[in-house]
């Protein structure tokens, strides 16, 4: 069975990191574009960070970007987060599609991906 499987959420305290994993199986993220979104209570879905794994290249929302690093290994890829903010709080969820390049990804979170994962939720709290 083709899916992406996220891990990694989970409650952490305010400049406190986590890192998320999207893992892929039944198929290869070679030449898929990857995202990672998220969706906070009562708010739409927004793109946080994409790579396309043919050419490493990467795209980071700017409330991310700094904090944030997007990376792989084989068919895994991470989000490493740091300096988490209360406004980061929010389920996340990996997709990856062969069409897409990573700004075009990102800025279309509604976007009929491939793949989609279930979501992990991070909660930043004190």
């Known amino acids: 069975q083709r899916q992406l499987v996220e891990s990694g959420g989970g409650l952490v305290r305010p400049d406190g990191s986590l890192r998320l994993s999207c893992t892929a199986s039944g198929f290869s993220l070679d030449y898929y574009a990857i995202g990672w979104f998220r969706q906070a209570p009562g708010k739409e879905r927004e793109g946080v960070s994409c790579?396309?794994?043919?050419?490493?290249s990467t795209h980071y929302q700017p409330s991310v970007r700094g904090r944030f690093t997007i990376s792989r290994d084989k068919n895994t890829v991470y989000l490493q987060m740091n300096s988490l903010k209360l406004e980061d709080t929010a389920i996340y969820y990996c997709?990856?599609?062969?069409?897409?390049?990573?700004?075009?990804?990102?800025?279309?979170?509604?976007?009929?991906?491939?793949?989609w994962g279930q979501g992990t939720q991070v909660t930043v709290a004190s």
């Open positions: 997709a990856a599609d062969v069409h897409y390049e990573v700004q075009t990804m990102c800025d279309f979170p509604q976007g009929n991906f491939d793949y």
């Open positions: 790579m396309r794994t043919l050419d490493g």
